[in-house]
T-cell receptor, first 112, second 113 residues
Framework: GEDVEQSLFLSVREGDSSVINCTYTDSSSTYLYWYKQEPGAGLQLLTY?????DMKQDQRLTVLLNKKDKHLSLRIADTQTGDSAIYFCAESIHNQGGKLIFGQGTELSVKP | KAGVTQTPRYLIKTRGQQVTLSCSPISGHRSVSWYQQTPGQGLQFLFE???????NKGNFPGRFSGRQFSNSRSEMNVSTLELGDSALYLC????????????FGQGTRLTVV
């Protein structure tokens, strides 16, 4: 079945690294995504990784994918107060076109 | 390049009415998907259109429908509104060649009273 799970809350201090975790169940995932949502706004695509990759780095963001354990993580280096938002993990499934399956979202709170 | 544009941003409707929401994708994008976001159910897929054809549909009742025009703009319609239809409705567009990247609009906040 299709299911994506995330922890609901994470609190960090400004300047620390944040790690947001996600697990998924469908082994036919093609791409896995991280989106950011600020209050009252839509979803901002942060980064994505193809399912046959292990890691992707993009400036302060590092995505790690453990396909065996179906575990995805997003590391934000040097977290800033502007990073406070809800982060969604999502997957696309082979042969299901553009449909994305989203996790519940992790609310990241960055304290000064 | 302009992003995904959704109109209107906010709507208040009464139970039993119908509503039409609009989405203009990024120029050159031919795929448009719709999602419903609620505090209880999170983000749920409604449907996807590509070249005016519905390619995929989520588990929503028939009161939810959509269409896509030849210029790739899309509309979704909800008939006989219920209180539970109150939600943020998000539209995403992606290019036909690189469907890995789906870009979302700001959403339409629908309140049913």
């Amino acid at each position: 079945g299709e299911d994506v799970e995330q922890s609901l809350f994470l609190s960090v201090r400004e300047g620390d690294s944040s790690v947001i975790n996600c697990t998924y169940t469908d082994s036919s995932s093609t791409y896995l995504y991280w989106y950011k949502q600020e209050p009252g706004a839509g979803l901002q695509l942060l980064t994505y990784i193809f399912s046959n990759m292990d890691m992707k780095q993009d400036q302060r963001l590092t995505v790690l994918l453990n396909k065996k354990d179906k575990h995805l993580s997003l590391r934000i280096a040097d977290t800033q107060t502007g990073d406070s938002a809800i982060y969604f993990c999502a997957e696309s499934i082979h042969n299901q076109g553009g449909k994305l399956i989203f996790g519940q979202g992790t609310e990241l709170s960055v304290k000064p | 390049k302009a992003g995904v544009t959704q109109t209107p941003r906010y709507l208040i409707k009464t139970r039993g009415q119908q509503v039409t929401l609009s989405c203009s994708p990024i120029s050159g994008h031919r795929s448009v998907s719709w999602y419903q976001q609620t505090p209880g159910q999170g983000l749920q897929f409604l449907f996807e259109y590509f070249s005016e054809t519905q390619r995929n549909k989520g588990n929503f009742p028939g009161r939810f429908s959509g269409r896509q025009f030849s210029n790739s703009r899309s509309e979704m319609n909800v008939s006989t509104l219920e209180l539970g239809d109150s939600a943020l409705y998000l539209c995403a567009s992606s290019a036909s060649r690189d469907r890995a990247q789906a870009f979302f609009g700001q959403g339409t906040r629908l309140t049913v009273v």
